[in-house]
T-cell receptor, first 113, second 113 residues
Framework: EDQVTQSPEALRLQEGESSSLNCSYT??????LFWYRQDPGKGPEFLFT???AGEEKEKERLKATLTKKESFLHITAPKPEDSATYLC??????????????FGKGTHLIIQP | NAGVMQNPRHLVRRRGQEARLRCSPM?????VYWYRQLPEEGLKFMVY????????ESGMPKERFSAEFPKEGPSILRIQQVVRGDSAAYFC???????????FGPGTRLTVT
């Protein structure tokens, strides 16, 4: 069974204080690993897709990296508007697990001004 | 380009009633996924549909739940004889093809009284 574990569950940072969120996964053949951002009362907002170990993607203050067992979401010099829950999800290759995404429970990030 | 649309945004049903949740995918997207988010839990995959076909329903409860995506009109998730445990946020996502990033709607929050 595909599994995704995110840590920490919650993280409080000062504005400008960089940090990393962790996503550990087990999947029967990885098709892709996805990062989403979710604000309270809203649907997840797509951020990145990573397909193979060693791949990196960046968007503004966020950078996502992937190894064979985990992914990191690095947040550089965060601002209060980066406060949200960050979700990690995996999708199994065809013939592997379910066709839908398997999500972790998320990291609730708070950036204090 | 409008995003994924879901309605209603909030739905209140008494125990034993039926709930119908609607999802219109993004323009040009023919693949629809439904997820459920219970309080304090992560998003859970329920079902994956293409027009007139259920591709993967491995996450759907065996009883009372059904989904369809007709040739014309929105995808519908139907819950018969709702119980209090069905109270949750239900999200729909769409993608332009299978095995691709999914874009989420704002969700329908179902409350069973």
């Amino acid at each position: 069974e595909d599994q995704v574990t995110q840590s920490p569950e919650a993280l409080r940072l000062q504005e400008g204080e960089s940090s990393s969120l962790n996503c550990s996964y087990t999947v029967s053949g990885l098709r892709g690993l996805f990062w989403y951002r979710q604000d309270p009362g809203k649907g997840p907002e797509f951020l990145f897709t990573l397909y193979s170990a060693g791949e990196e993607k960046e968007k503004e203050r966020l950078k996502a990296t992937l190894t064979k067992k985990e992914s990191f979401l690095h947040i550089t010099a965060p601002k209060p508007e980066d406060s949200a829950t960050y979700l990690c999800a995996v999708q199994a290759a065809p013939g592997g697990g379910a066709d839908g995404l398997t999500f972790g429970k998320g990291t609730h990030l708070i950036i204090q001004p | 380009n409008a995003g994924v649309m879901q309605n209603p945004r909030h739905l209140v049903r008494r125990r034993g009633q039926e709930a119908r949740l609607r999802c219109s995918p993004m323009k040009g997207h023919s693949h629809v996924y439904w997820y459920r988010q219970l309080p304090e839990e992560g998003l859970k995959f329920m079902v994956y549909l293409q027009k007139e076909n259920i591709i993967d329903e491995s996450g759907m409860p065996k009883e009372r739940f059904s989904a369809e995506f007709p040739k014309e009109g929105p995808s519908i998730l139907r819950i018969q004889q709702v119980v209090r445990g069905d109270s949750a946020a239900y999200f729909c996502a769409s993608s332009p093809r299978g095995m691709y990033e999914q874009y989420f709607g704002p969700g329908t929050r179902l409350t069973v009284t």
